[in-house]
Nanobody, 124 residues
């Protein structure tokens, strides 16, 4: 069971990136998929999650209105569109999957399948 992220890079403040998370070895349909980030010296921070049941997206206050999560079950892929990027968005971004229905973004341990991460750097 694997998740592979891509789409990170270096972008100027105010720019956009779209991250992708592709699953292999399992079908994303039955999993909630979350995006987390970790800056150097900081804990994992839950950024966004999309539910398995109805495809609803949930967002941390810090990214609400700027980031949009979506899923394409036919491609077994979840996307994170990031607009109006700020230097404080700089971090390693990870996607993670959970089959739990009671997950919380504040509880990274609820997610048991993790990708290797993709670096996002926003310059000022």
């Amino acid at each position: 069971l694997m998740l592979v992220e891509s789409g990170g890079g270096l972008v100027q403040s105010g720019g956009s990136l779209r991250l992708s998370c592709v699953a292999s070895g399992f079908t994303l349909d039955y999993y909630a998929i979350g995006w987390f980030r970790q800056a150097p010296g900081k804990e994992h921070e839950g950024v966004s999650c999309i539910s398995s049941s109805n495809g609803s997206g949930y967002y941390a206050d810090s990214v609400k209105g700027r980031f949009t999560i979506s899923r394409d079950n036919a491609k077994n892929t979840v996307y994170l569109q990031m607009n109006s990027l700020k230097p404080e968005d700089t971090a390693e971004y990870y996607c993670a999957a959970t089959s739990r229905s009671d997950w919380l973004l504040a509880r990274p341990d609820d997610f048991d399948i993790w990708g290797q991460g993709t670096q996002v750097t926003v310059s000022s």
